[in-house]
């Protein structure tokens, strides 16, 4: 159950890193949505990417960038990385 309102978390904030950058209602945001429907260019995903950066501190290798197509991509990646990033810091 926490897992799943972790996810639901983290899919909640890419949506409003999103639809802040791209300065669109973030009702009209929704997982299903691909840039293209967003009519999100590459500039435009560059600049969400420094957002989901910001917003998680993670890093995001530009292989990860390159293979976002949509929101679901985005919100998937941004998981990716915060498990690794876990799971390579030290336990307290």
Same mark, same amino acid.
């Given at each position: 159950?926490? $897992?799943?309102?972790?996810? &639901?978390?983290? !899919?909640?904030?890419? @949506?409003?890193?999103?639809? #802040?950058?791209?300065?669109?209602?973030?009702?009209?945001?929704?997982?299903?949505?691909?840039? $293209?429907?967003?009519?999100? &260019?590459?500039? !435009?995903?560059?600049? @969400?990417?420094?957002?989901? #950066?910001?917003?998680?501190?993670?890093?995001?290798?530009?292989?990860?960038?390159?293979?976002?197509?949509?929101?679901?991509?985005?919100?998937?990646?941004?998981?990716?990385?915060?498990?690794?990033?876990?799971?390579?810091?030290?336990?307290?």
């Amino acid at each position: 159950m926490a $897992e799943e309102t972790l996810q &639901d978390d983290i !899919d909640a904030r890419v @949506i409003r890193v999103i639809a #802040e950058t791209q300065k669109i209602p973030a009702d009209s945001v929704t997982m299903d949505k691909t840039f $293209e429907d967003l009519k999100i &260019d590459s500039l !435009d995903g560059i600049n @969400i990417v420094f957002g989901l #950066e910001n917003e998680f501190n993670i890093s995001i290798p530009d292989e990860g960038m390159e293979s976002m197509r949509g929101v679901r991509d985005a919100a998937n990646g941004v998981r990716q990385l915060l498990m690794q990033k876990a799971s390579a810091s030290p336990q307290s």
